[in-house]
């Protein structure tokens, strides 16, 4: 009997102890350095997006004046092939939930200190994760910040690149803890490669634009449909709890094993997809589908310079004829950053703006509403017309903008124009023959361009802080509630 008390306190306490490890939705509390208790250390769960109640089939109204008397019949509304009127598309998947997309990919386009690739001692990359960075915590051999990596939006506000992030929600390592020294003692093993992305990694990449791909899965056996598609259901249970409503709609084939792209069809959350060998290339100016479940063409290069001589074979082509640059990747270094650089200078905001670079997910939905959408336009009064654009929603969709070109008008011929309350972000410009206006209705962008701003406000003293700020706020179209929160940047 004694040996049976023993046994079910055992038991007890093992259960009390399980339990608080899987309390995986809870936020380390604020505590100071054990080194040094006068050392604050914030160990505040990021803020993130409220992906759970966005916006579906958004209905943006924008009402035009001009300074003459116009007639509806006369004007031409259409979704160009690619947002912004551009005129190639990039886009670039990282596998393996790469800690490296983090600390340096996404840092990179950011405008965030990046993790430099090379080593300390001859043998370790050191790396960071979200906790590091806001709390200063970071490796000695840190590349400075510099400014964001992107292109404009054709009415010259900046849109920043965007990556797709693989992820492995069953593995138990996003949910390693960060450990975070501020007492500059030289101990550099809390910066060794981390097994991959840990969750608060990746709820700071969400804010940005980043898309989010299956990848593997935790099947026993990987070559059984049946299995593979029972964890897909699995990981998405866990990528909802974590990234705030938000679900997984695109795989990222692993391994060049074909059971995934099968079971991927049988699970309806996946829409989208992208793999290197049995794949359709993309030509984005040919597209007449909406590319529901078609696996889309991407390349592994092991020297990023060698796609820029694919970029530049394919810019000496005619628009229509161009294929998309797709990139994978696994880990990025040095190098990498350095390509990236070299697209921002060249194609992008710092060049010839010519490049679309979003996330794969974004271009499947921006595609999605070219072909599905509807642009009404109405006569309100002989100088009045009012443009009703519909984007139909398919499931899981977080990206309800699109550009929208009206020939028949230009700027100068504009006394106003005005949007309805779902649209929250808008901007517009000549265009050809007419103009081409940007529409946004994400449903909490204003509450993103405040955290922005709030953050700004916590720690002025940081130049990446207070062009996010901006960068976010920018993104809104003109209102009171632009204005006030420019006002507290300036």
């Known amino acids: 009997m004694k040996h049976l008390y023993v046994i079910v306190v055992l038991m007890v306490a093992v259960c009390f102890l399980s339990c608080q490890n899987k309390d995986l939705y809870q936020g380390q509390k604020e505590t100071t350095d054990p080194n ?9 769960v990021p803020y993130i997006y409220d992906f759970s109640d966005e916006v579906k089939n958004a209905e943006a109204v924008i009402t035009i004046k ?8 006369d004007f031409r509304a259409s979704i160009p092939p690619l947002k912004y009127n551009k005129t190639w598309l990039m886009m670039l998947t990282q596998d393996d939930c790469e800690q490296a997309s983090y ?29 590091q960075l806001i709390n200063a915590d970071l490796p000695p051999t840190i590349i400075a910040a510099q400014h964001s990596l992107g292109f ?3 009415a010259g506000n900046e849109v920043r690149f965007a990556i797709t992030a693989t992820v492995e929600p069953e593995q138990l390592w996003m949910n390693a803890p960060t450990n975070i020294n501020k007492n500059g003692i030289l101990d550099y093993y809390r910066f060794y490669m981390k097994s991959g992305l840990v969750w608060y990694n ?10 989010l791909a299956f990848h593997n899965v935790n099947a026993s056996n990987e070559k059984d449909e049946s299995d593979v598609l029972r964890h897909f259901n699995i990981a998405q249970d866990s990528i909802v709890k974590r990234l705030s409503g938000r679900k997984c709609k695109m795989l990222a084939e692993p ?9 991927a069809l049988k699970f309806s959350d996946i829409q989208t997809m992208t793999a290197q060998a049995g794949s359709v290339v993309l030509y984005p100016f040919r597209v007449d589908t909406d590319l529901r479940g078609i696996l889309l063409n991407r390349t592994f290069l092991d020297d990023p310079d060698d796609f820029k001589s694919e970029i530049e074979t394919q810019l000496a082509l005619p628009k229509e004829e161009r294929k998309a640059i797709s990139i994978g990747v696994h880990s990025t270094d040095n190098k990498w950053m350095d390509f990236l650089q070299w697209v921002n200078d060249n194609y992008g905001q710092k060049g010839d703006d010519s490049v679309w670079f979003p996330s794969q ?31 139909p929603s398919g ?8 550009t929208i070109n009206l020939s028949g008008i230009k700027s100068s011929d504009i006394v106003s124009i005005s949007t309805n309350d779902a649209t929250s972000g808008f901007s517009y410009a000549d265009y050809d023959n007419g103009i081409m206006m940007n529409i946004d209705c994400r449903k909490h962008l204003v509450e993103l361009a405040t955290h922005s701003v709030e953050k700004y406000e916590k720690d002025k003293t940081n130049p990446s802080n207070k062009a996010d700020a901006i960068y976010f706020v920018k993104l809104l179209k003109s209102s009171t509630a632009k204005d006030k929160l420019l006002s507290r940047i300036y």
């Not at 990746?202 to 898309?211: A, E, K, Q, R, V």
């Not at 499931?395 to 699109?402: A, E, G, H, M, Q």
């Open 152 to 154: 404009t939006d054709g």
């Open 66 to 73: 001009a300074d003459r008397d116009i007639t509806a019949s």
């Open 202 to 211: 990746l709820m700071d990449m969400m804010n940005y634009g980043t898309g």
């Open 361 to 391: 997910e974004e271009y499947y939905e921006y595609n999605y509403y070219r072909i599905h959408g509807i642009q009404k336009i109405e006569q309100v009064d002989s100088r009045t017309i009012r443009v009703t654009a519909t984007l």
């Open 36 to 44: 040094n208790p006068a050392v604050n250390i914030d160990y505040s």
């Open 255 to 263: 391994d060049d094993n074909k059971v995934y792209v099968s079971a």
């Open 395 to 402: 499931d899981s969709f977080y990206y309800p903008s699109t």
């Open 103 to 131: 600390c340096r990919t996404w840092a990179k386009i950011n405008g965030k200190p990046v993790s430099s690739s090379i080593t300390i001692d001859g043998e370790h990359q050191l790396f960071y994760d979200y906790l």
